[in-house]
Nanobody, 125 residues
Framework: QLQASGGGLVQAGGSLRLSCAASGFAFDAYTIGWFRQAPGKEREGISSISFSDGRTYYGDFVKGRFTNSRDNDKHTAYLQMTNLKPEDTAVYSC????????????????????WGQGTQVTVSS
């Protein structure tokens, strides 16, 4: 199971830290991805972090504003988001993949086996 938390309402320019708590599987053997979906839009890959060397990938729209990290001892991944914009408003979810993902595959939802309930992030202007 995966459970995302930490969403909320924030003003533009503000920050939030999302958490993704895992249970029931070997967290330290899985790549963790973050995705978001806004109303009327497709699910979008935000970032992934590998289980082996902590390598991270980010969507182009992130532009250095978000940082993906993980604590394998706590079975938790984090998405630190700064300089939030109204267009960042969406439901944010985390997912886990047993496969080794690369630049061309990390953002594809079909490559993730486990998904958690999302958390709403709303950025006001």
């Amino acid at each position: 199971q995966l459970q995302a938390s930490g969403g909320g309402l924030v003003q533009a320019g503000g920050s939030l830290r999302l958490s993704c708590a895992a249970s029931g599987f070997a967290f330290d053997a899985y790549t963790i991805g973050w995705f978001r979906q806004a109303p009327g839009k497709e699910r979008e890959g935000i970032s992934s972090i590998s289980f082996s060397d902590g390598r991270t990938y980010y969507g182009d729209f992130v532009k250095g504003r978000f940082t993906n990290s993980r604590d394998n001892d706590k079975h938790t991944a984090y998405l630190q988001m700064t300089n939030l914009k109204p267009e960042d408003t969406a439901v944010y979810s985390c997912a886990a993949s047993y496969y080794g993902l690369n630049l061309g595959t990390w953002a594809l939802p079909e490559n993730y086996e486990y998904w958690g309930q999302g958390t709403q992030v709303t950025v006001s202007s």
